[in-house]
């Protein structure tokens, strides 16, 4: 049988049946007219029950199987080769970046021949998708794991960590970590604790545009990552994507105050409260914000996190008992997503009480993203102050929560984590260095 | 015992040792040294446990009483008078505009020689607090809670969606809700559906700052609503804001578009996937969007609400237990607030499947707030399809909690409820009427 890669269950049966290869010209009779194409592999994260064919016209046709009567072989195409042409060896002095892939949209290659997509692992393979990159350094491409964003855990941010640490040990200059945007913003916060005071550039980078398509910002985020992460006078964790909808710019967000305000757009990511870090263009790095910390110094990662950590997000009528189903289910912390500056209603605000008693911790930010939490304005705050609710200021509910986990992962006690959570770590709620944005 | 109006408990018993009364000029001992100044009355909403001194220099100062030694009146004040001018008889022919009041910052109005704050209940004291308002609509003021809007419940929405129902019929040309900014959105999103086809405008509206600030945007905003209620030649639900920090325009966006994307700015709201309906500046309507319903038609208001419905909000290592703890509370129908473009992990989509079992509802939305869920691209998307999990498209997470509830409210069936969810009832997804932003 011929080769099917990324096809799976009644596509391949489909498919077998025709005798079809990848590279093959195909006619296919579907319920609606005649399809001829190449047969391209398919994207490895896409739906299962269809066959994409590239058209004379360069565009690929996604064909539902369900819709599908027949399919003959036209033509035998050649399988297509992945075999790139190797990058030439990088000069000397170039700086050492490992790209580390994790999965997701980003770490994938185009084929320009058929248009398909595969993991890009090998250097031969990430120099013909960003033949660039070589010039600007010696990347060391390694995949740690291969799995869509949102089944991203704690357990991977620690061994990313332990990763990253023992890069910073062997002499490397950046480390680049290639994810699924969904929850790229959770683990950018989770290494930013985890990482505190790391003495190289990490940054954390997707797509949103698959690199099947003409659109896709791949290329350009992984150039700009690779760039700032060798060559960046700074050093900590930012999340690397799209400045604008156009492919000319990269912007550098803080690890622990960036979030993903839009479902598909390739700027999806934004800065909430601070300034960007950095922006990059082509010809190297167009703005440094202030206050960033500069590379070296010494580095004591606390790589665990503790799961038991819950967030709910409050609105009307909220029931109660969710409060204490997160107890039952083993939280020991609580972040609240309140209205406002962080309020919930009467009923909550008991169930938030009877969370506390017990050494439990509950910890209130907004939902409204932008702005600080103030429980000092009106009376629904006061008592919840009261209630032993801990305001957390302008810190994002997402920081928050990964915060916890990392405080609770890394302390001696309950005291000693709540203790770790409303300290400022590494920038993740306003003070000096970091100006609020207006 | 003289008038202590607004404070409460120790406070008052501070206030009466001394026998001082709202208006007096007190000479009070603290920690720290002496304050002169005279009492003002304090803002229903706020904190217990502190006296309000106006100082000579005109400024207020809240002293906690934890601090306090004694207290002495230098000087009986007048008791202040909060009988303002009658406003003009309004003259025939102006629009008739019902100003509901709910509670929360905006309805309040401010005495200037004490600095204090009332609700702003009267014709008389709406009069003083917006001179304007009588040139341009015959405003019929009415208070109809006067609660903190995260205490607002569906009962809320409820009695205001049968009161409209009744201005409406008795010929009002517009209605003004005042309404504390907290649940705003949520209590827009709620009437746009109970009153969907109301044949005038119905606009909520609050303020950010409280009428004791001279930057409070309580004036300009009810200035607004009340134009537009009563002369603008659309009709529907919306929210009226300040459009910039500047105090000259206001926003209205639409009822189920909306949301509070600031804890403290006066431009604190914005419209999500949608240009603004209208804007106002203070000659008028500056900008009204196409689209907008004209005033008139039938009505036939559908006002129940059914709480059987909970929000959760997905995030790395969320506890499953925490869908089933919803279902135990009772809820019909589950929002997920998913990743990117609307996805959960492994674990919690298993819980999901379980809930759908046995006729209840899931429903996808975004935490990324801007842009449109797609379960059609990733194959995490295809397998929550398969666990019959409905995509809603564009809609904000909080107005597709307030939509089920009110479907599962006038429906006779979980079958019917969930063909009103997926239906559009009232622009709350993107439509050929509503072009999306880009």
Request: proline share 5%.
């Amino acid at each position: 049988m011929g080769d099917l890669s990324g096809y799976r269950e009644d596509a391949v049966r489909f498919l077998n049946q025709a005798g079809a290869s990848i590279g093959d010209v195909l006619e296919v009779q579907t319920d609606w007219g005649t399809v001829t194409g190449t047969l391209v592999p398919r994207y490895a994260y896409g739906v299962g029950d269809y066959i994409v064919l590239k058209l004379k016209s360069g565009y690929n046709v996604g064909l539902s199987l369900s819709g599908l009567k027949s399919a003959k072989v036209k033509e035998k195409g050649e399988k297509p080769s992945f075999t790139a042409p190797l990058p030439p060896k990088p000069a000397k002095g170039l700086p050492r970046v490992l790209i580390l892939g994790t999965g997701g949209t980003i770490a994938s290659r185009i084929d320009y021949k058929t248009g398909a997509v595969h993991p890009a692992v090998s250097s031969a393979e990430l120099h013909s998708l960003v033949p660039e990159l070589s010039e600007i350094a010696r990347v060391e491409p390694e995949i740690m794991f291969d799995i869509l964003s949102e089944n991203i855990t704690p357990k991977h941010w620690t061994k990313l960590a332990q990763r990253v640490k023992k890069a910073v040990d062997d002499g490397v200059d950046g480390v680049v970590i290639t994810h699924g945007t969904d929850t790229l913003g959770y683990t950018a916060a989770a290494l930013s604790f985890a990482l505190a005071g790391v003495p190289i550039p990490v940054i954390l980078v997707g797509a949103q545009r698959s690199s099947d398509r003409p659109s896709s910002d791949a290329p350009l985020n992984l150039l700009a990552s690779t760039y700032v992460a060798g060559r960046a006078e700074f050093s900590g964790v930012y999340v690397a994507m799209h400045l604008g909808e156009d492919d000319d710019k990269v912007v550098f967000h803080r690890g622990n105050r960036v979030r993903k305000n839009h479902t598909s757009r390739r700027d999806a990511f934004v800065s909430v409260g601070v300034p960007f870090a950095a922006v990059w263009g082509r010809s190297g790095l167009e703005f440094v914000g202030e206050g960033l910390p500069k590379r070296g110094g010494p580095f004591k990662p606390r790589v665990r996190f503790d799961e038991g950590v819950a967030l709910l997000k409050f609105y009307p009528s909220m029931a109660g008992s969710l409060v204490a189903a997160a107890k039952k289910g083993g939280a020991k912390a609580l972040i609240v997503e309140g209205t406002g500056l962080g309020h919930v209603d009467k009923e909550v605000m008991q169930e938030l009480r009877a969370f506390v008693k017990g050494g439990r911790l509950v910890f209130m930010t907004s939902q409204c993203i932008e702005g600080r939490v103030d429980l000092n304005v009106y009376a629904t705050g006061r008592d919840l102050l009261e209630a032993g609710v801990i305001p957390l200021e302008d810190m994002l509910s997402e920081t928050a929560l990964v915060k916890a986990m990392w405080a609770l992962g890394n302390s001696t006690s309950i005291d000693k984590a709540k203790e770790l959570i409303i300290s400022d770590i590494t920038g993740e709620t306003t003070t000096r260095t970091f100006p609020e944005k207006k």
